[in-house]
């Protein structure tokens, strides 16, 4: 079978759309091939415009959680869309949502919903300015928080500790009020709080990094990035839009015992529509407008469709005592079998996994941070890729992102992907010693 369609429909897309997609990783460049056009999803399956099934661990990019086309779900969006798809008034069921998260999340007393992880981040750092009066945030290389301007930043080299922009378009300006630190280097943050007195309002970090492959944090990392927040008196925001209702119930937090000052969700708490939400300590929160100074607003923010389907979801995590149990368990058995199979072609990787998070790179490891996680062998995840593809496993198609298990996956769709692997990493192992071995005269 061909993937005749989706090359048409790409073409197509192109002469309208900029690049032919609305978010760039779903170009496929990463992979070098064209990118495959869905149609409809099940449970743990997809299925494209020429007809073709996969096993998806792509999930929409980890929203979600309960795979696609959950009864429940659509149910919910249906009934709210007949009720009126948007009125711009406060709704109950956005407290109902809220009250949900508040019970969930230890580090959330006040909440507000925004539609996207980039909104919430971008709003979360500027009520952190406004909190502490201070301008610069420290971020980490390799962290993903949204393409807001503050953000989209590089580490500068050597003795340089401001940051530089990594997209053009973002000013010079923007970028010195943004520090870039390695990942796992807790040192590092601790000079830059005494190289920059009363200057940092805050530091932002994803707690289970899922933007550059799946990275962990070291013990106590988090704890020591929390003490030193205390000390300095500047704002700890976990960025938790992936880990969120992602590597349990209280995302990366409640995993951890570490509480931040502010939150950023997104992702699984809008069950696929598009939601994000910013939330923490009541007094901080306050700083808001309309009860504070810091301006934030949305015209779709809270929207009952986007809040009918995250309630639905967030129920039914709340409501099955072992739903994260049994994703942990299936996410070991892939990790475990994808680990053992590489092994046995002598292919170098490293496994993570967080809950029904998981990640492998093809490289002997340890990855603490975005320097090891670039040792990756890209061109050889690319044919390992396309491999997959063929035998019907939909993965992220960059080595960078992070595969996500949901509650629709099961034994059997391990085992077939298993399979594929084996099939897969063979095949990519042989090519490679192909293009490696010199051409004879
Ligand atoms: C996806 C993601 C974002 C951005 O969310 P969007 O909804 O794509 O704007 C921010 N932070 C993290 C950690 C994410 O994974």
Not at 199 to 206: H, K, L, Q, R, T
Request: hydrophobic share 45%; aromatic share 8%; net charge neutral.
């Amino acid at each position: 079978m061909s993937f005749e369609r989706s090359i048409a429909a790409f073409g197509r897309a192109k002469n309208v759309i900029a690049g032919g997609v609305n978010s760039p990783v779903r170009a496929f460049r990463a992979v070098g091939l064209s990118p495959v056009f869905m149609k409809s999803g099940s449970g743990a399956i997809l299925t494209d415009v020429d007809g073709r099934h996969y096993v998806d661990y792509v999930l929409s990019w980890g929203p979600l959680l309960l795979g696609h086309a959950h009864p429940a779900v659509v149910k919910a969006i249906a009934a709210a869309a007949a009720r009126g798809t948007s009125f711009g008034t406060p709704t109950e069921i956005e407290t109902e949502l809220a009250e949900c998260i508040v019970a969930a999340m230890p580090s959330i007393e006040r909440i507000r919903f925004v539609s996207s992880g980039t909104e919430a981040t971008m709003s979360a750092i500027r009520l952190a300015r406004g909190y502490t009066r201070r301008p610069k945030i420290v971020k980490f290389a390799g962290c993903y928080h949204g393409h807001a301007d503050a953000f989209l930043i590089s580490a500068g080299s050597g003795a340089l500790t401001n940051g530089v922009p990594n997209s053009p378009g973002v000013t010079e300006g923007t970028a010195r009020d943004t520090i870039v630190l390695p990942f796992n280097d807790a040192a590092a943050v601790e000079r830059t709080f005494v190289e920059h007195p009363d200057a940092i309002a805050a530091v932002v970090v994803e707690p289970y990094p899922g933007n550059m492959g799946l990275v962990l944090p070291q013990p106590d990392y988090l704890k020591r990035l929390r003490e030193l927040c205390a000390e300095h008196r500047a704002l700890l925001i976990f960025d938790e839009v992936m880990s969120g209702f992602r590597v349990g119930p209280g995302g990366a937090q409640a995993r951890t015992g570490v509480v931040p000052d502010l939150t950023t969700l997104g992702k699984v708490i809008g069950g696929g529509l598009p939601v994000g939400a910013f939330g923490g300590r009541a007094d901080v929160m306050s700083y808001l407008s309309p009860e504070g100074p810091v301006y934030q607003a949305g015209t779709l923010s809270g929207n009952p469709l986007a809040m009918a389907a995250g309630l639905a979801t967030l129920r039914a995590i709340r409501d099955d005592a072992t739903l994260f149990e049994r994703l942990e368990v299936l996410t070991r058995v892939l990790t475990e079998g994808l680990s053992e199979i590489a092994a046995k072609h002598g292919i170098a990787h490293t496994v993570a996994r967080a809950g029904s998070m998981f990640g492998i790179f093809f490289t002997d490891g340890p990855v603490v941070d975005l320097e090891s996680a670039m040792k990756s062998d890209t061109a050889f995840f690319a044919k390992y890729y396309a491999a997959m593809l063929d035998r019907g496993i939909y993965l992220a198609p960059s080595q960078f992102e992070a595969g996500f298990v949901s509650t629709a996956h099961t034994t059997r769709h391990v085992e077939q992907t298993l399979t594929a692997a084996d099939a897969s990493m063979a095949h990519a192992a042989a090519q490679r010693a192909q293009a490696a071995t010199p051409v004879s005269r």
